[in-house]
């Protein structure tokens, strides 16, 4: 179905972009052309758009798109299905749903495989359900699925502030798993912990590998998940018990590592990690159908809910993308595209 089908939908709309890679200051508004959905795609008008380190990345010039995507950042959404396409069920059009998008996040109308969409009850405010599904496949996918985490283990989450951070701490929390997370000042630490983390390290002031050995009496992790990478590796690698499992999904501190191959040999270490972005629509809406049996419904009905920074209007994207790089933020930045 395209635009001459629904003819309340506008030929160009408003959406960030830049005209070469850069600092934050490099985003800009303008004008573009309304994208118009493939076979089996949804046209979302966009309430609300969340912001991830992806996004800087791409911005920076370091995170190309992958082939076919929109130029556009933005890789999570929540809004209305105000079009479809010919292979999407009907009954999607006009229903209130949370994207996970390939792109085009930043701007006022935005299309995404409509079976990687979740529905949003209508109880449910729109910021919060735009502020779940990056880091609610990310989690879901590489500490349950990858990291095969299972009830009574233990989790060590690097950045537990992070909106990738605290989605961990919460879901793993509600699974039954202990949680220990590192963050970078005692501020944080508390938010953590009043997130749910059993223990919160501030790794400025005490070595991560010796407060996980004392709080775990030697016995370690079973799972890292790891946004950092480099000089961290070994690092994790000895907070890990006997069969553990390192999951690197970030290269935040360095693209290599040098290990102690022995180690892994002798404690049957398993070092995995994903990028979810570039992988087939066909695994992502698999992956969907399993957060919205397992995972999605904590969240339809208030038992979870997304920890929230702070919002920017589309516009302001730029300094949303200061405030992420600074460091200094709390769980999710959103970006107000439409309201609610």
């Known amino acids: 179905m395209g635009r001459s089908d629904t003819p309340h939908i506008p030929e160009t709309m408003q959406a960030i972009g830049f005209a070469a890679p850069g600092g934050p200051e ?3 508004t303008g004008t573009v052309d309304t994208p118009a959905p493939g076979d089996h795609d949804v ?8 912001v991830n380190r992806p996004d800087c990345a791409q911005r920076a010039g370091l995170y190309p798109p992958p082939p076919g995507a929109s130029p556009i950042l933005g890789l999570e ?8 396409g010919a292979e999407v069920p009907a009954e999607m059009l006009g229903q209130r749903v949370a994207a996970l998008t390939p792109g085009g996040g930043y701007a006022e109308y935005c299309i995404a495989p409509w079976q990687h969409c979740l529905p949003v009850p209508d109880g449910m405010e729109m910021i919060t359900a735009a502020a779940l599904p990056e880091t609610l496949f990310t989690v879901w996918h590489n500490v349950f699925e990858r990291g095969y985490a299972r009830d009574g283990e233990r989790l060590l989450v690097h950045g537990g502030t992070s ?4 989605m961990a701490i919460m879901l793993a929390k509600a699974f039954g798993l202990e949680v220990i997370v590192t963050c970078g000042d005692e501020e944080k630490c508390a938010a953590a912990r009043s997130i749910g983390a059993d223990l919160a390290i501030n790794y400025r002031e005490a070595d991560f590998v010796e407060a996980v050995r004392a709080h775990t009496g030697g016995a370690g992790v079973n799972i890292v998940l790891d946004m950092v990478s480099g000089d961290y590796v070994p690092r994790n690698l000895q907070c890990l018990a006997e069969d553990g499992r390192h999951v690197t999904i970030a290269v935040l501190g360095g693209a290599k590592a040098e290990l102690f191959m022995p180690m892994v040999m002798m404690r049957r270490l398993t070092l ?4 979810l972005r570039p992988r087939s629509d066909a695994f992502k809406a698999a992956l ?3 957060i919205a049996i397992n995972a999605w419904p904590l969240f339809t009905n208030g038992e979870l809910a997304p920890v929230m920074d702070q919002t920017f209007a589309l516009a302001d994207a730029a300094a949303a ?5 600074a460091g200094e933020h709390i769980g999710k930045i959103m970006l107000e595209v439409a309201g609610d």
Request: aromatic share 2%; proline share 0%; glycine share 18%.
């Open 321 to 325: 993308h200061a405030r992420m790089e």
């Open 288 to 290: 969907a159908d399993e």
């Open 272 to 275: 995995t990690g994903s990028t």
């Open 43 to 50: 046209l979302i008008r966009v309430a609300y758009a969340g």
């Open 26 to 28: 490099v985003l800009e």
């Open 77 to 84: 959404v929540a809004g209305e299905v105000v079009g479809i």
């Open 163 to 166: 909106g990738i951070g605290t």
